[in-house]
Structures are given as structure tokens and as C-alpha cells.
């Protein structure tokens, strides 16, 4: 069974820093796209950026292009978020998922994504 664990999350000022990882569990990581969404309240969740299996071909939601990196460990079978000039409207929980299909580049829709972390609470302040 796949294990994906968030942490990082927290508590920051408006164009403050924070870095996301995802520890992944039970399953060949180095084979499988990674992704990052978001769930804001009363929102559904969206897309914020995915990594190929082989750690090239990132792709970003436009809505934080250039202020996020998401980048992969293959040897520690972990997969992070940089994220920088953090706004208000970037609180949601952050969400790490592992595609369906190996040996993909990066993926943008939920049913591409097979297993889901829990979760982690990013809130930024004004």
C-alpha cells in the first residue's frame, strides 16, 4: 500500500517562504509522476505543479508560476514545494499525490493521480 506524508506546512507572512516535502512509501517512487493540489474552504481542490518520473518536465498552475518549485529526491523517495512570495489567496491545504501511470511526464487532472497524502494546513497572512 502507498504512503504519501506531508510536512512543512504552517503559519507564514504574506511574501514569506515555505518548503513542502512528501515522503512516499510502498510503491517504485522513482517511476511515478508526483504532483502537488491545493483545497481551499469551499473550493475544490486545483492543481499547483507536477514532476515527471525522471525529475524533468515540472509544470505549473500559472496561478504560481514563478514563485514555486516543485523538485524530487529519487534516492530518499521524496518530492518537495519551494514556495515563495507567498499570498493570502495561497492558504489551502496542501495535498501531495502520486500518478497512475508510470513512466509519464507531468500530470495535471486528479483521476491521473492514483494515491493522496492527508494533507498540509499552509496559511498566509495578510
Known amino acids: 500500500q502507498v504512503q504519501l506524508v506531508e510536512s512543512g506546512g504552517g503559519l507564514v507572512q504574506a511574501g514569506g517562504s515555505l518548503r513542502l516535502s512528501c515522503a512516499a512509501s510502498g510503491r517504485t517512487f522513482s517511476s511515478q509522476t508526483m504532483g502537488w493540489f491545493r483545497q481551499a474552504p469551499g473550493k475544490e481542490r486545483e492543481f499547483v505543479a507536477s514532476i515527471g518520473w525522471y525529475g524533468g518536465g515540472a509544470y505549473y498552475a500559472d496561478s504560481v508560476k514563478g514563485r514555486f518549485t516543485i523538485s524530487r529526491d529519487n534516492a530518499k523517495n521524496t518530492v518537495s514545494l519551494e514556495m515563495n512570495s507567498l499570498k493570502p489567496e495561497d492558504t489551502a491545504v496542501y495535498i501531495c499525490?502520486?500518478?497512475?501511470?508510470?513512466?509519464?511526464?507531468?500530470?495535471?487532472?486528479?483521476?491521473?493521480?492514483?494515491?493522496w497524502g492527508q494533507g498540509t494546513q499552509v496559511t498566509v497572512s495578510s
Open positions: 499525490a502520486q500518478g497512475r501511470t508510470p513512466y509519464g511526464g507531468f500530470y495535471v487532472y486528479t483521476s491521473q493521480y492514483e494515491y
